[in-house]
């Protein structure tokens, strides 16, 4: 679950305005508080990476409930992977935890919540997880139009699996129709490129396919089929049924041309 590493950042708040400062022109004392107040947000995010780092540190010591308290304050900050993190926390299936966690419990309500939380502060990853909850039903109804929503937001956040979803929503008749979106080739091939250049090897291989066949807006062209074929081959797991088709169709193509 934990992607990057965090830099820790000391800060210290503003000491109190000596009898001198009181003193100055009521205008000197309004700017400077200006001054001080633009410092307020950035403090509340060093504040919150400093929580998140320290509830990382609890869960390592499997001190569950600690590290839910402390993602919370990190998330309150105004930290958004605090509210990512805490939302995995009460949905294992998103964060892939196979053990228990002690004292924490699967609780699907409140996983929504804080990915919601997450999502509009930013952190992408979270935007993802509620658009596959809603796509395939998962302890929620249902609903391909609130999936396409958050898909939207995820992409519009730089989150390349999003951006695949995104592009399998507009050139699938049935996904589109029950998004309540048109179907769109030319958006869907520009996801598709947008996913792929994201390393999300399923899009390379979906736009290998369009420059083999010729799709709706592309003329054939075996070399670039060739070239995205390889890139998925190579990205994806090769247990995967997709991968290997990329792989066979690399192989294909690589012997022809």
């Given at each position: ?42 403090k509340a995010a060093e504040n919150g990476e ?208």
């Amino acid at each position: 679950m934990k992607k990057i590493i965090l830099i820790l950042i000391t800060t210290a708040f503003l000491s109190a305005c000596s009898k001198k400062e009181i003193e100055k022109p009521v205008e000197e004392q309004y700017n400077k508080s200006q001054i001080d107040d633009t410092s307020i947000p950035k403090k509340a995010a060093e504040n919150g990476e400093n929580l998140f780092e320290q509830a990382f540190n609890a869960y390592d010591n499997h001190n569950y409930i600690k590290a839910a308290e402390l993602f919370e304050k990190s998330c309150n900050s105004g930290y958004a992977q605090g509210c990512g993190a805490l939302a995995m926390l009460y949905d294992r299936r998103l964060s892939s935890v196979a053990h228990d966690l002690n004292g924490i419990e699967y609780n699907i309500t409140k996983a929504i919540q804080w990915h919601e939380k997450a999502c509009s502060g930013g952190f992408a990853e979270s935007c993802l997880n509620l658009g596959n909850l809603y796509y395939k039903g998962q302890e929620v109804p249902e609903d391909f139009h609130k999936s396409f929503q958050w898909y939207q937001k995820g992409c519009d956040g730089d989150n390349a699996e999003a951006c695949f979803k995104l592009a399998n929503v507009y050139s699938h008749p049935y996904i589109s129709e029950q998004s309540g979106v048109s179907l769109n080739y030319k958006e869907a091939f520009q996801l598709y490129e947008k996913a792929c250049n994201g390393n999300v090897a399923d899009a390379c291989y979906n736009l290998g396919m369009y420059y083999h066949e010729g799709r709706e807006i592309v003329q054939p062209n075996q070399a670039q089929a060739k070239q995205l074929f390889q890139k998925s081959c190579d990205l994806g797991n090769k247990h995967d049924v997709v991968t290997k088709l990329a792989c066979d169709m690399y192989r294909k193509l690589d012997s022809t041309l």
